[in-house]
């Protein structure tokens, strides 16, 4: 089976701020990765992928890195704005199936 | 990017009726659409996996008479909870999997749906 926890179940960063949630994965032959960011009261939105024959990936202000030899994904954001508040988690797909982390919640503080 | 759609986004109902939630792919076609359910301050919890054409599969303790899933086209997914009691108010949320060809099978998700039952 597959395992896919958070290392920080809060997170508050200053505003301005990088920030960087963790997931960590068990399952060597897990080849896409995701991370959703969910607001209160709405549901997840897709913010970033990344395939397993890539390291790093970067979009507007967030990167994800992996780190396969460790089993370790990251979501850096960077400059965070008090609209980057939410619950981040990641989902990864091994097989078939997608298992879920059960997210960070990041706090900015202005 | 891809849409999902949920409908309603809020409902309220009385205890003993039975109500239903629309969950649609608006840009691709879905052959596997999930639903969750989820607390305050809590992680997704999926209650099942609903398959185009067949019968949904429910994880365990998620009563499947309850929860009634119906996946009658490639774009549409209905859960419809029947006798809904209190203790079924909750964030109901769907999501679909995108398997077209340049999707990479990603999932997205609905923008939830809230239950109150009075």
């Known amino acids: 089976g597959e395992s896919v926890g958070l290392h920080l179940p809060t997170l508050s960063v200053q505003e301005g701020d990088n920030s960087i949630i963790n997931c960590a994965y068990s399952?060597?032959?897990?080849?896409?990765f995701i991370w959703y960011k969910q607001e209160s009261g709405k549901g997840p939105q897709f913010i970033i992928d990344i395939r397993s024959n890539m390291d790093k990936r970067q979009g507007q202000r967030v990167t994800v890195l992996l780190n396969k030899t460790v089993k370790h994904l990251s979501l850096q954001i960077a400059a965070t704005q008090p609209g980057d508040s939410a619950v981040y988690f990641c989902?990864?797909?091994?097989?078939?199936?997608?298992?879920f982390g059960t997210g960070t919640s990041l706090t900015v503080i202005p | 990017g891809a849409v999902v759609s949920q409908h309603p986004s809020w409902v309220i109902c009385k205890s003993g009726t039975s109500v239903k939630i629309e969950c649609r792919s608006l840009d691709f076609q879905a052959t596997t659409m999930f639903w969750y359910r989820q607390f305050p301050k809590q992680s997704l919890m999926l209650m099942a996996t609903s398959n185009e054409g067949s019968k949904a599969t429910y994880e365990q303790g998620v009563e499947k008479d309850k929860f009634l899933i119906n996946h009658a086209s490639l774009t549409l997914s209905t859960l419809t909870v029947t006798s809904a009691h209190p203790e079924d108010s909750s964030f109901y949320i769907c999501s679909a999997r995108d398997q077209g060809a340049h999707s990479g099978n990603t999932i997205y998700f609905g923008e939830g749906s809230w239950l109150t039952v009075v």
């Open positions: 989902a990864i797909r091994g097989g078939n199936q997608f298992y």
């Open positions: 399952n060597s032959a897990s080849d896409y």
